[in-house]
């Protein structure tokens, strides 16, 4: 693509959806600008990285760095930099039960360094980062202008990789209404980590709370509906008073953090995502797990589908039927169960489950690595329950909104 003034493609965010896209698009020979005044930075989130996300960018993270993440701490080299030490999460612990987890399966990083390490990948292959805001953006038949702080910019695509609060996506489309985003408040907890993951559901409001560990502490919060009447202080409260519970973080400093995710349900994902001259990706579309709100694989999975359908001939098509085909009809699944995921008595089968079946213990494995489809997650539970857990399951069954 060489079309336009200016550069080719004009992405906005370098977060792992913007710098994956221009990793790809640059390594095929566009001229790709990444604009970002911001990244790379600390993101609060639980910040895990699924085995099957690090090898779609395993080109850009060598092998040698995936296998030292087994580590605590290890050091691996992405590009130029040196990316510190990412934590192997051996188990994950749900209430009373815990889940081993296979050493490739989940671990935790810096959103810092991962994504300073993919947009200096970017950037080898080619791409531009420009460290400037971006005030405006205008999408014409004839090409994309982008106002910034240092003035306009031309390009003749341009790609929402912006996050929840995308700019991008409240001049093309629309902004996330209030019902399609989750609050995830909490704190980090200063000078401690853990190999283990920890997750509370929580009915009232539906969702739940975690720790993850960080190289150098945890990542502790609560993540519930924007639209479920609680605020983001009375949520942050909520995790406090679960921290002094579990006394997982005794001694240690919290710093409080809030961020917006999107959380959609099943027709949301039915709007478009891409359009003449534009599209979406990330969490700017809206692809994070309905769920788990993880939305790291969904991010660079919908990178690789962008740069492959920008460098074809018909972009807006190509990528929407991609995601359609590919990635929209789990997401839509996990929409339809989250009413029922967490209710009291599916999550009480869940922990009795987890407690009492070695197959469960495998199924949730396999969902926290992100292998495992909501789409036959119903079916490979029955499969593996006990005849006592088959007849909870089937009393409970209604439960599961769509199930």
């Given at each position: ?56 960018v ?60 993919l ?13 400037t805001?971006?005030l ?11 106002r ?29 209404r ?23 559901f ?27 009447g ?36 099943a ?88 407690e ?48």
């Amino acid at each position: 693509m060489t079309e336009g003034r200016g550069v080719d493609v004009a992405i906005v965010g370098a977060g792992p959806a913007g710098a994956w896209t221009a990793y790809r698009l640059a390594r095929a020979g566009a001229r790709v600008a990444l604009y970002d005044a911001s990244h790379p930075r600390e993101k609060p989130c639980g910040g895990g990285v699924t085995g099957r996300a690090l090898a779609l960018v395993s080109a850009a993270v060598p092998g040698e760095c995936q296998a030292s993440a087994r580590q605590v701490p290890g050091e691996c080299q992405a590009g130029a930099r040196q990316v510190p030490g990412t934590v192997a999460v051996r188990a994950a612990r749900f209430g009373s039960a815990t889940v081993t987890l296979a050493p490739d399966a989940l671990v935790v990083t810096s959103r810092r360094a991962f994504d300073a390490a993919l947009a200096d990948a970017a950037q080898q292959a080619g791409a531009t980062l420009v460290r400037t805001r971006i005030l405006d953006v205008d999408v014409a038949d004839e090409g994309v202008a982008l106002r910034t702080s240092d003035g306009v910019q031309h390009a003749a695509f341009v790609v929402g990789a912006d996050g929840a609060n995308s700019l991008v996506r409240r001049h093309v489309a629309a902004p996330f209404r209030r019902d399609q985003l989750s609050i995830a408040t909490g704190f980090y907890a200063r000078g401690i980590t853990s190999d283990e993951i920890v997750i509370e559901f929580v009915a009232d409001p539906p969702g739940y709370i975690w720790s993850f560990p960080r190289p150098d502490h945890l990542a502790i919060g609560i993540c519930a509906q924007a639209d479920a009447g609680a605020t983001a202080g009375d949520l942050r409260a909520r995790t406090e008073r679960w921290i002094r519970a579990t006394g997982l973080a005794r001694g240690a400093a919290l710093t409080p953090y809030s961020w917006p995710i999107p959380s959609l349900g099943a027709r949301d994902f039915e709007a478009p995502l891409a359009g003449p001259r534009w599209l979406l990706a990330g969490d700017a579309a809206g692809l994070v797990d309905p769920i788990t709100r993880e939305g790291i694989f969904f991010a660079l999975q919908s990178a690789e589908h962008a740069a492959a359908a920008i460098l074809g001939a018909t972009p807006a098509a190509t990528y929407e039927a991609r995601l359609r085909r590919e990635m929209l009809p789990e997401l839509a699944q996990a929409a339809r169960l989250k009413a029922g995921f967490f209710t009291p008595p599916f999550v009480g089968l869940l922990i009795r489950a987890l407690e009492r079946s070695r197959g469960v213990r495998a199924v949730m494995a396999d969902l926290v690595a992100g292998r495992q489809s909501y789409r036959t997650l119903k079916w490979r539970l029955l499969k593996t329950f006990e005849a006592r857990l088959a007849w909870d399951a089937w009393q409970t069954r209604g439960r599961l909104n769509g199930a």
